[in-house]
């Protein structure tokens, strides 16, 4: 059996992915586009799990004094010789990353950013025995070494650093900040935002303003903060967002990449539920696929050929940009535009990239902006400057939306306890009539999902879903959902408190709308299938058989004739 190159899940160091024989997607002529476009200031931002950490390692790698040419070797940019020669290990590189300065208050997130410039530092204590820096320097960086740095040093921190390694090395430095906006989402969530802003705004401006001593910067992050929040003053600063066509290729895998790298796990017959899943994001002018998703579910494929597809992505966060959307859903237009991007459909909104993280929800103007910079929804085409043709990217991004539309359509089930009653007890009395009516009542105050984008039976199991999540909140009753009885397995079966009463439904989707014959197909195939069977054998003596269809924000309810009463 032919060995096979293992997959980089979650390995974001370059030299280790190349040295350890990890399977690698060449973003390596990002460095050449990268020399030939440089500003001194250059941010790339990008949604979370696409590549940005591996793409700085790799710049680390390329540029850095101690790089390793080894771990360049047949990739794209070795082919580029003489860009290779003048540029490849001449440059000392300062890389931070800031993804761990996540802590419960200001003082604590300030300790972890010490220690991230602690541990910096101590890759350049060979400075200490530098002929060409003063005592005065050197006692410069003693002070980025303390554990107990004050907040004054460790806002010149990144200053210090450059000047020190220029003056070593004769050779202007090479800075690389990761994640550089995710102390302010911490902060903000927990409440120290301007603190942590000032802090952030100080290092910047000393880092990245007027710094001699830098050859250039690179940052990367999620969001677009404003240049009145973190970079004031900052004139050098160029913004390489995914509505930029520069740069556009080298975040995610182009639809080639993909197909390279399934041809090589001999999993192409995987393809098609791949690109449905995880493709559909647009960058510039290149439509990408997430990286961290198809190299998660091509490990499980490997292990497992009949694996399914999972939401690899959306379980890296907690997702409260789409929360945050879909309780604005009460009011009519944006649930309209909800349901029509949840059917597939597009909508058309003027983007602000530029946001703090206190404009982020205070309108849902900007919760557009927010949902399209973070990856929850994608451009189709630019119509405008800043007005953008926006979708759900892929089906992964639509589960999202669907769970939080039922989570959101549960909170309300649960806060109105009369109404789940009436409900509840329409169907334990077998009242058809008024299960539908309530039942209806329900589905205009959710977010319906429409035809044009899933199959059938996908349509089904949302609708089986809001009605699993109603019956939910009946805890007297025993509830269970795609339960084996009889020559199948059925929709849903209830015993009810009495013990003596079950209820079997069969839930459709009427596909033409003719919720009619919905209601007759279910009704059949509880006979044909003999769902009633589990109760019978219980010895339950009452069993109520519904047939329910449904349609957009529609259904029907039929019971099946009498009710089955099995004799003592």
């Known amino acids: 059996m032919e060995f096979k190159k293992k997959l980089p899940i979650g390995i974001e160091n370059f030299s280790k992915l190349r040295s350890e024989n990890f399977y690698y997607v ?8 990268l020399l030939n476009n440089w500003a001194e200031v250059n941010l790339f931002t990008r949604p979370r799990r696409f590549g940005k950490t591996l793409n700085m390692s790799m710049l680390k790698a390329f540029f850095d004094i101690s790089s390793d040419k080894k771990c360049f070797e047949s990739t794209k940019i070795s082919r580029e010789v003489s860009l290779c020669e003048r540029y490849m ?16 208050t200001y003082e604590k997130a300030c300790e972890m950013a010490v220690q991230i410039i602690n541990g910096e530092a101590r890759r350049f204590q060979y400075l200490l025995e530098s002929s060409r820096l003063t005592e005065y320097d050197k006692n410069a960086l003693r002070a980025l ?7 004054s040093v460790l806002c010149s921190s990144l200053r210090i650093l450059t000047e020190l390694l220029e ?31 000032l802090l952030v705004r100080n290092m910047f401006e000393h880092a990245l303003k007027t710094n001699d001593s830098l050859k250039f910067a690179v940052l990367t992050g999620c969001m677009r903060i404003s240049k009145e929040s973190i970079f004031t003053g900052l004139n050098n600063l160029k913004v390489l967002s995914i509505a930029d066509v520069q740069f556009d290729e080298y975040f995610g895998f182009t639809d080639s990449e993909v197909k390279d790298m399934l041809e090589y796990y001999e999993l192409s017959d995987h393809y098609d539920e791949i690109k449905t899943w995880y493709d559909g994001y647009r960058f510039g002018n290149v439509d990408v696929y997430c990286p961290w998703d198809v190299i998660n579910y091509c490990d499980e494929l490997r292990v497992d050929g009949q694996a399914q597809p999972q939401n690899y992505w959306s379980n890296t966060s907690s997702n409260e940009a789409v929360k945050r959307f879909i309780q604005q859903a009460d009011k009519g237009t944006v649930r309209r535009e909800i349901e029509k991007l949840v059917a597939g459909d597009t909508i058309t909104k003027e983007i602000h990239q530029e946001l703090t993280y206190q404009d982020m929800y205070i309108s849902i103007e900007n919760l557009w902006s927010v949902l399209f910079t973070t990856g929850y929804l994608t451009q189709l085409r630019k119509t405008d400057v800043n007005t953008f043709q926006l979708a759900i990217p892929n089906m992964e991004i639509r589960k999202i939306f669907t769970t939080q539309i039922m989570a959101y359509f549960k909170k309300n089930v649960a806060e109105n306890g009369e109404a789940l009653e009436k409900f509840c007890n ?30 059938k039976e996908m349509k089904e199991n949302f609708y089986h879903g809001i009605l699993f999540g109603i019956l939910g909140f009946q805890e007297s009753w025993s509830t269970s959902s795609n339960k084996e009885s009889g020559d199948g397995y059925s929709d849903i079966l209830i015993e009810t408190e009495d013990e003596e009463k079950g209820i079997v439904i069969e839930i ?32 339950i003596e009452y069993i109520l058989k519904y047939g329910i ?10 019971l099946a004739g009498m009710p089955v009463r099995v004799m003592g």
């Open 549 to 558: 269809s449904f349609y957009k924000k529609k259904c029907k309810v039929e």
């Open 26 to 33: 060449d973003k390596t002529m990002l460095i050449k586009d």
């Open 167 to 197: 003056k070593h090395h004769r050779q202007k430095v090479i800075l690389l900040i990761d994640e550089y906006d995710v102390p302010l989402a911490k902060a903000f969530e927990l409440g120290y935002y301007d603190s942590m802003t």
């Open 426 to 455: 329409a169907l334990k009395d077998g009242n058809p009539k008024e299960v539908e009516e309530r039942l209806n009542t329900y589905l205009k105050k959710t977010i319906s999902i429409r035809d044009t984008f899933v199959k």
């Open 89 to 104: 290990g001449k440059f000392p590189v300062i890389f931070v990353s800031l993804k761990s300065v996540s802590a419960e």
């Open 145 to 151: 070494l303390q554990p107990d740095m004050k907040e």
């Open 508 to 539: 459709k989707y009427a596909e033409n709308g003719n919720l009619e014959a919905g209601c007759a197909e279910a009704l059949k195939q509880i006979e044909d299938k003999r769902y009633e069977e589990l109760f019978l054998e219980e010895g």
